[in-house]
């Protein structure tokens, strides 16, 4: 085990900043230290003298490492980590990999060789499969790298013991590399490869370590070289400035300062404001489930987009039944199939069109294929009706792109008529935004996606970079339907949610409290800010930042005016400010 | 030889952990068994590696077969396994 030399030849220069997807929130700033690559297999490795004592080797070392893994896996307190490398572990022993790596020695590879093939014949299986199976061939190649380095009498890829705190950075990190760090001296994790679902971001997110996955050139950082990690930013940043070092010192503690804050989301008066997550799958949603009051968007496209056939109704309600099961207790909005020629479905012809944002996507569907619509529907009503009758008013479900009461009117009474208790439209419409207080009076609820409502009210495709000063949500004409939505709520006494981006912004969190709105759904991961924001201020203070930011003539002045009437400590610790 | 069809009732499909569970069963049944859609050759049901690799997905029909006439009860066995939701087991 032996961390590479610092190579200066080709390393970023002092002031890059690398990027990639961060993991968390958290700022780390200290040296580099580099995983060793994994042994490489000569590409003249003569075959077993002795076929069958070349296999006996072979067998023997993928058992050694099997029992090396379990032996790692006995002796972590991390729960995870355990299941992982106990994974690892059975995968070592597997039938089928050694008589695949038996097979190659007989027929003439050189023993290390054969391992190395076999582990590649089941890892690209892997990772052609894609999503969880691809992370599995993680641990694959962990089990092929250390039965090579043991077959070929060469150390086994690691990192030297660490006597200070360092940045520890590798292509990827395996659960057993995981296992082999101490955990006290790393200061943060950046790989190479892997992604924000791999085993390194998931460890790393228990820990609390700031993480970046996906940073292409990371491992091409030399070791020792001070780096900055930022997992909010998703960035690294070679040799910072002595100012950049201080903000980070600062951060570290804002950080602690907001994950300190748990509970429901509420203001400081005590005014309720539940903070729910955005999710796109049942796996999603498991992960979700710690540190949110529920879902409050569950996109079902997911099941539909990818699918090669129409998903059978019996599929689609163990889907939903799972996601339900995951927040038992808690509420659960289901938004129906928000698909359309922007987002086609392999299994339906649909016509091309010209302005498909403007077409028949969402609940229009109703119109050219009904069927998927009323499928969808029967699938849910019977994830509802298999609930106990107590908790059937928890699953709340909604229809995407509704822009008239009528339409509201028809999906209602088709939602109900399976069975389904709470029922509601998305307000992403101007019209419907427009008609708040008309379209309530159909439903028990609706929720606002501002992403597309700043689409469509602002004429701007959310898809062209270059118009993204129209597309903020904190355009004053985007504000004031938002506003009009959530008024006509008030007066009705109906919830109105607001599930786009915008929820995710600490300040417009607090302007839709202020407004009225009643729940804020975000990814997961944006929650604490939100609830810190929530909690520093009373609802009256909510109120007063909600009327400044509607009196504002444009964007910037908006968020100035909400930012302005922050404590200087909360708006420090929210937007990272010195 | 013996013979089973079984529809993969795990919501979430045969995914590592409930893939784990059918290949330890089977691996301690002592017998060997083979694992595979139908119509299609099976893989051995012992190893993990192969049989994630099948990516068996909720409501694919599959077929299990033994070469050893004694392992009737060990299909059955597996057959349950499959039929039933291996994500609500808890692991042992």
């Known amino acids: 085990m032996t961390t590479l030399d610092a190579s200066p030849a080709g390393a970023p220069a002092a002031g890059t900043v690398l990027a990639g997807i961060g993991v968390g929130r958290g700022v780390a ?23 069958a004592e070349g296999e006996a080797r072979v067998r023997g070392v993928l058992a050694e ?8 896996a006995a002796a ?8 992982m490398l106990e994974a690892a572990a059975t995968m070592a022993g597997d039938p089928a990999l050694a008589a695949e790596a038996a097979r190659l020695v007989h027929a003439g590879t050189g023993p290390a060789t054969a391992v190395d093939q076999a582990v590649e014949g089941f890892a690209a299986v892997f990772t052609a499969a894609g999503g969880d199976l691809a992370e599995r061939a993680t641990d694959l190649r962990s089990v092929r790298h250390r039965a090579v380095a043991r077959l070929l009498g060469v150390p086994e890829p690691g990192l030297a013991a660490l006597d200070a705190p360092a940045v520890v950075v590798a292509d990827d990190l395996s659960p057993a590399d995981t296992a082999a760090l101490d955990l006290s001296k790393v200061a943060a994790i950046v790989t190479e490869l892997g992604g924000p679902t791999s085993h390194t971001a998931i460890v790393a997110g228990q820990l609390g370590l700031p993480c970046v996955v996906r940073v292409p050139g990371a491992t091409t950082l030399a070791a020792g070289t001070p780096v900055l990690v930022d997992a909010a930013a998703g960035t690294v940043e070679v040799s910072p400035s002595a ?16 994950a300190a804050v748990v509970g429901p989301g509420a203001t400081a008066d005590g005014h309720p404001v539940p903070l729910l997550a955005n999710v796109g799958t049942p796996a999603d949603a498991r992960a979700a489930a710690a540190g949110t009051e529920g879902v409050g968007l569950f996109r079902t496209e997911v099941l539909f987009l990818d699918a090669r056939t129409e998903p059978a109704v019996a599929d689609q309600t163990a889907a939903y039944a799972e996601v339900i099961e995951a927040y038992a207790g808690r509420k659960v909005v289901i938004r129906t199939l928000d698909a359309g020629a922007d987002k086609p479905l392999a299994f339906a012809t649909q016509a091309d069109e010209e302005n498909p944002a403007l077409g028949v996507r969402g609940y229009r569907l109703v119109r050219s294929l009904p069927g998927i619509v009323s499928r969808q529907l029967e699938a849910l009503g019977a994830a509802v009706r298999a609930l106990p009758a107590e908790r059937q008013a928890d699953v709340w479900v909604m229809a995407p792109m509704i822009a008239t009461p009528a339409e509201a009117r028809a999906f209602a009474a088709a939602a109900r008529e399976v069975g389904i208790v709470k029922v509601g439209v998305m307000v992403e419409v101007p019209a419907a935004a427009l ?7 159909e439903v028990d609820f609706v929720s606002l996606g501002t992403n597309d409502l700043a689409q469509y009210t602002m004429a701007a495709d959310r898809l062209r970079g270059e118009l993204a000063d129209l597309l903020d949500p904190w355009q004053p004409a985007v504000l004031s339907l938002v506003a009009a939505t959530a008024a006509a709520g008030v007066r009705v006494g109906k919830p109105v949610g607001v599930c786009g981006e915008s929820a995710s912004d600490p300040l417009m969190a607090l302007v839709l409290a202020g407004l ?7 990814a997961a991961g944006r929650v604490p800010a939100a609830r810190y924001a929530l909690r520093s201020l009373t609802l009256d203070a909510c109120r007063s930042l909600a009327a400044a930011a509607l009196a504002a003539p444009d964007a910037a002045s908006a968020r100035a005016a909400v930012r302005a009437g922050l404590d200087a400590d909360v708006a420090r610790v929210l937007l990272g400010e010195g | 030889m013996p013979r089973r069809r079984a529809r993969v009732a795990t919501a979430t499909g045969l995914h590592a952990r409930p893939a784990s569970l059918v290949t330890r069963k089977a691996a301690e049944g002592g017998h060997p068994v083979l694992i595979g859609r139908e119509g299609e050759p099976g893989v051995d049901a012992s190893s993990i590696l192969s049989v994630m690799g099948l990516r068996l997905q909720h409501g694919d029909q599959v077929e ?4 050893s006439d004694d392992a009737e009860a060990l299909l059955d066995e597996l057959a349950a396994l499959l039929e039933s939701d291996l994500d609500l087991v808890e692991q042992a």
């Open chain 1, 65 to 72: 490492v099997g029992d090396d893994l379990r032996a790692r």
């Open chain 2, 64 to 67: 299990l077969s033994s070469a």
């Open chain 1, 435 to 441: 008609l708040a207080e008309a379209i309530l009076a």
């Open chain 1, 243 to 258: 100012e950049a070092a201080e903000r980070v010192a600062r951060r570290a503690d804002d950080e602690r300062l907001v």
């Open chain 1, 29 to 51: 700033l200290a040296p580099v230290a580099l995983v060793a690559a994994p042994p490489a297999v000569p590409a003249d490795e003569p075959a077993a003298a002795d076929a």
């Open chain 1, 76 to 83: 972590t307190a991390n729960a995870d980590l355990r299941q």
């Open chain 1, 516 to 522: 009225g709105i009643t729940s804020l759904s975000m």
